[in-house]
């Protein structure tokens, strides 16, 4: 079983290439900060660089940001931001200290295409960008489990990496849990790799196993209805608990113990059938 799923795997991640990832995660990125007073722009300084970073990385992040005079700009910047008080143009992103929250919010909305690069060098973006990419694999694949037993669900699929015919639904459950390692790692300015992250790799394809035997015996207490639900709760709750304790090993050092990942397994699962269940319903009114 173990030898068939490796195959599989294999099959699944022919057209995953690590290096897409890296490639996006080096983007260059420019920030353009334009604040009315010396204070107002140490504090948004402070937010994007925060003191608590060790000296050589904020000298790092330092060289990204362009203090910027509002009536002089020069040149264009993949990004600015303006404290809140000024009148902003129409490009531009505001930020206020009692909220900074709102303005990774509304630039991660407005420039999507920066979600990687902007979390791998100004770490207040990463959680979100962290959280936002487990969410989607997750998504994906929950939809994946069910596109496999309703073949009109397959246009709404939308991975670039999915070429030709899919393999089985854990394999590529595996595989896309295994690009979610890679955006992670890259998240948090890691090195990224089939070599240099086998032993999350290694994990993930072990957990497959582990996530089908935890699924038989919690489906049963858990009212879904109908057999499609629980198969698409199940992946959307498995992918949800490797990125997660791939997060907190990038973070911490160590992942979820076997106990911990059975918890949140369990936690996870409704939300899954409550995303399985919308998926589901967007594919009948299609």
Request: some cysteine; hydrophobic content about 45%; charged content about 20%.
């Amino acid at each position: 079983m173990s030898l068939t799923l490796i195959t599989e795997v294999r099959h699944a991640i022919r057209n995953l290439n690590p290096a897409d990832v890296r490639m996006e995660a080096e983007r260059p990125l420019e920030i353009g900060l334009v604040a009315p007073t010396s204070e107002t722009m140490w504090r948004l300084e402070s937010f994007l660089c925060p003191s608590y970073l060790p000296a050589a990385r904020r000298a790092k992040i330092s060289r990204l940001l362009h203090r910027v005079e509002a009536g002089s700009r020069t040149r264009a910047y993949d990004i600015e931001i303006w404290d809140d008080s000024l009148s902003v143009p129409a490009h531009v992103f505001t930020f206020d200290a009692a909220n900074p929250g709102a303005t990774i919010e509304q630039i991660l909305k407005s420039r999507p295409e920066l979600a990687l690069t902007l979390a791998r060098h100004i770490v207040p973006f990463r959680k979100p960008v962290i959280s936002h990419f487990i969410g989607k694999v997750a998504r994906e694949n929950a939809l994946f489990s069910l596109a496999t037993a309703i073949p009109d669900m397959i246009p709404l699929l939308s991975i670039p990496w999915i070429v030709g015919e899919f393999a089985s639904d854990t394999a590529f459950l595996t595989a896309n849990q295994i690009r979610l390692a890679f955006l992670i790692a890259a998240a948090n300015d890691r090195t990224i790799g089939y070599r240099e992250q086998r032993g999350q790799i290694g994990s993930i394809v072990a957990s497959a196993f582990g996530f089908r035997a935890l699924a038989r015996e919690l489906i049963g207490k858990i009212p879904f209805g109908g057999g499609l639900l629980p198969k698409a709760g199940v992946a959307y709750a498995g992918t949800q608990v490797v990125g997660r304790s791939l997060e907190r090993f990038y973070t911490l050092g160590v992942g979820f113990t076997p106990a911990e990942q059975r918890s949140a397994f369990s936690a996870a699962l409704e939300r899954g059938r409550e995303i399985a269940g919308s998926l589901l319903q967007a594919a009948r009114s299609r």
